[in-house]
Nanobody
Framework: QVQLVESGGASVQAGGSLRLACAAS????????VGWFRQAPGKMREGVAR????????VYADSVKGRFTLSQDNDKNTVYLQMNNLKPEDTAMYYC?????????????????WGQGTQVTVSP
C-alpha cells in the first residue's frame, strides 16, 4: 500500500504559478504510475498529467500541455506538478494517485492509492 500526501495548493491570480507536491510513503517500489487529477465543483474528476517514475516519461492532458510540467525527486519519493500561466478554469481540488498496473491511462480505476487533495483557486 502506498500513502500519498499532496501539498502546495493556494489561491493565485490568473497568469500565476504554483508547484504542487505529492509525497509518497509505504510500498513505493510497486508504483508504476503517478497521476495528477483534478475535480472542480459539479464536474467529473479528470486526469491532468501522469508520470512513469521508473522511466521518467510523462503524459499531459491537452488542456494543460505547455503549461504544466511533472518532475520527481527520487530521494524524497516526491512527484511535483509545476503549473504555470494558470487560468481560472484550472480552479479545482487536485489529487495525486498511484497505480501499480501500468501507466497508460487517465481512467481512475487503475489508481488504487489517492491523496487527500490540495485546493487550487485561480482568480481572474
Amino acid at each position: 500500500q502506498v500513502q500519498l500526501v499532496e501539498s502546495g495548493g493556494a489561491s493565485v491570480q490568473a497568469g500565476g504559478s504554483l508547484r504542487l507536491a505529492c509525497a509518497a510513503s509505504g510500498d513505493t517500489g510497486s508504483t508504476q504510475c503517478v497521476g495528477w487529477f483534478r475535480q472542480a465543483p459539479g464536474k467529473m474528476r479528470e486526469g491532468v498529467a501522469r508520470m512513469n517514475p521508473r522511466k521518467g516519461s510523462t503524459v499531459y492532458a491537452d488542456s494543460v500541455k505547455g503549461r504544466f510540467t511533472l518532475s520527481q525527486d527520487n530521494d524524497k519519493n516526491t512527484v511535483y506538478l509545476q503549473m504555470n500561466n494558470l487560468k481560472p478554469e484550472d480552479t479545482a481540488m487536485y489529487y495525486c494517485a498511484a497505480s501499480g498496473s501500468g501507466c497508460y491511462t487517465f481512467t481512475t480505476s487503475p489508481y488504487r492509492s489517492w491523496g487527500q487533495g490540495t485546493q487550487v483557486t485561480v482568480s481572474p
